[in-house]
C-alpha cells in the first residue's frame, strides 16, 4: 500500500522500474526493491523499533509533542547536531541493510534524564516521562543530535 502511494502523485509518469523504496513509519522501517508492479524484494528491515517510534518516544522525553518526526525536526532547526555523540548500530557485513534504532533511542534517554538511585531502574511508561530531564540538557541540542544519527 505505501510503495503505491508515488502512482498518486503528480510525479506518476516520470516512475520507473527498477526502484528502490525506503518505507518508514511509526510501525515499520523497510528497504524494498521494486522491479515491478507486484514484484517485489525485501532487501532490509528494522530489527527492532521502527524510526517512527523510536522519534516519537525521544520527542516525548523530550516534552515536543506528537508526532515526533515532525516536533524533532523543529527543535533540531535551533541545535548543535555534534552536541552529544549518539552512535549508529553496527550490524555488520551479514546484514548490510538492516536497520535498529532502539539502542540510540535509549542513548538519548540515558543521557538526557536523571539517573535513578543505584539499583533502581525506571521502566516502562516511567522511562518516558515528558520533560523529565537533566537540567544541563539542551533540548535542541538533544534533538539535532539524535535527528543526525538516526
Known sequence: GHIYSLWLSDHADSLCFPALCLLISGGHTELVLVRGHGDYALLGSTLDDAVGEAFDKVARVLGLGYP?????????????????????ADLGEERPYAFS???????????????????????????????????DVKIADAAASFQAAA
Open 68 to 88: 515526533g518526526g515532525p516536533a524533532i525536526e523543529r527543535a533540531a532547526r535551533e541545535g548543535d547536531p555534534s552536541a552529544y555523540a549518539f552512535a549508529r
Open 101 to 135: 534504532f532502539s539502542g540510540i533511542k535509549t542513548a538519548v534517554m540515558r543521557t538526557v534524564q536523571p539517573q535513578p538511585a543505584y539499583g533502581k531502574r525506571a521502566r516502562g511508561e516511567e522511562s518516558l516521562r515528558a520533560g523529565n530531564l537533566r537540567p
